[in-house]
């Protein structure tokens, strides 16, 4: 499976943006996928997780309410809404695939469990 993701950019304070991540392979549509990010000199960090069928999804404290993970199987595409955006959002967003369906927040929240990485799509979000 590979993956790539796309559509970040500079943002204003509150403003919004909209990530996609579209996969190549057979087996995404049983996998779950996730979103993290990593700000320079930080390390990376989960942001939000979504099932095989788009049914169930995860969240970090930080992004809840204000961001929004989904899929579309059928372009084997996965999105992460991103609303009501702060300067703490800039980085580094990547997309992950898992080789599980699905999982608790504890496994899915960490990026060990991914098998395949996109190359990232870098976010700044200042006035």
């Known amino acids: 499976v590979q993956l790539q993701a796309s559509g970040g950019g500079l943002v204003q304070p509150g403003g919004s943006l909209r990530l996609s991540c579209a996969a190549s392979g057979r087996t995404f549509s049983s996998s779950a996928m996730g979103w993290f990010r990593q700000a320079p000199g930080k390390d990376r960090e989960f942001v939000a997780a979504?099932?095989?069928?788009?049914?169930?999804?995860h969240y970090a404290d930080s992004v809840e309410g204000r961001f929004t993970i989904s899929r579309d199987n059928a372009k084997k595409t996965v999105y992460l809404q991103m609303n009501s955006l702060k300067p703490e959002d800039t980085a580094a967003y990547y997309c992950?695939?898992?080789?599980?369906?699905?999982?608790?927040?504890?496994?899915?929240?960490?990026?060990?469990?991914?098998?395949?990485w996109g190359q990232g799509t870098l976010v700044t979000v200042s006035s």
């Open positions: 979504i099932a095989w069928n788009g049914g169930s999804s």
């Open positions: 992950g695939g898992s080789r599980s369906a699905w999982g608790d927040y504890r496994a899915l929240s960490q990026d060990r469990t991914y098998a395949y």
